[in-house]
């Protein structure tokens, strides 16, 4: 099958890998060309013209809507009947419900995928999925997306289903930093070695990836960007932005949240954004 991807970044690269094994892809990226890496790079409209299912991996709500609006290479311009997107994107589920009115106005359809992965995860087919839009739609995407991931499952055709699943999904990541960092301070104030320390409840009551990947991390004060294994903390805002964005509706009070968009503030004014998102962490030293 001829599949188009839009974005072919780290994760969007990872995905790439696994799918060109068997389908014959077509790749744009805003900057990349087919003058080096894959001959199958190419431009949007290529894609269009011999795709009718493409996938995008691209990294906030404003690329992904100029993406489809740009003037002179948007997917709009070539969008034809019963074409199908799929956005692998963290984005609102706003921007979701407006694609998808777009794509149903033209006879074509809109997914949202957004995935839990990290690019090492990605290529070695890790990624977790929480899909949702028409479900006809899906049962017909369904293979193509095992090719890529560990396990996906439908959460209805309600199109911002997912994206808020995702949302909700990144905040507790980040509680989840948040609070291994404040219990290895105090295993700090009372001697105690905190990669041992993390390392022992990493393995026994907290034995889960998230536990066991951040806590060594936050463990070993290890916030550098690794080549395959990273998510800055300049998307990790965006996406807890995002998550305040859809739970200002709420009456309800949110004090993680409050703690954790502060902490997002703070070590973004000290210019570490480019770390992984694991140094909010650092925002609860005495310094």
């Not at 022992?200 to 998230?210: E, K, M, V, W, Y």
């Not at 004090?255 to 140094?279: E, R, V």
Request: charged share 25%; net charge positive; glycine share 6%.
């Amino acid at each position: 099958m001829k599949i188009g991807i839009i974005g072919n970044g780290q994760v969007g690269s990872g995905a790439a890998y696994n799918l060109n094994k068997k389908h014959d892809l077509f790749i744009y990226d805003k900057f990349k060309s087919d003058s080096h890496s894959m001959k199958s790079f190419c431009t949007v409209e290529k894609i269009y013209s011999n795709c009718q299912i493409t996938f995008s991996f691209l990294p906030n709500d404003k690329i992904l809507i100029n993406a489809h609006e740009n003037k002179s290479n948007g997917i709009l311009n070539y969008l034809k009947k019963d074409d199908i997107h799929i956005s692998c994107s963290t984005v609102s589920p706003e921007t979701s419900k407006k694609l998808e009115k777009i794509y149903s106005e033209k006879q074509a359809s809109f997914i949202s995928a957004p995935i839990f992965a990290r690019p090492d995860g990605m290529k070695n087919k890790q990624a977790i999925i929480p899909i949702s839009g028409k479900y006809k739609i899906y049962q017909k995407i369904k293979p193509i997306i095992e090719s890529f991931s560990t396990s996906h499952t439908f959460v209805g055709e309600e199109i911002g289903n997912a994206n808020v699943i995702k949302l909700c999904g990144n905040f507790l990541i980040c509680n989840a930093i948040q609070s291994i960092s404040e219990a290895l301070s105090t295993a700090d104030d009372h001697g105690l070695e905190r990669l041992t320390v993390m390392r022992f409840l990493s393995s026994s009551i907290f034995d889960c990836l998230i536990y066991k990947g951040y806590g060594d991390r936050v463990a070993a004060f290890d916030h550098d960007p690794h080549a395959n294994a990273h998510f800055p903390l300049s998307l990790g805002k965006k996406d807890i932005n995002l998550f305040k964005s859809i739970s200002n509706k709420s009456k309800n009070n949110y004090p993680f949240l409050d703690g954790i968009l502060k902490n997002f503030k703070s070590a973004t004014k000290k210019g570490n954004g480019h770390l992984d998102w694991s140094a909010i962490s650092l925002e609860n030293k005495k310094l």
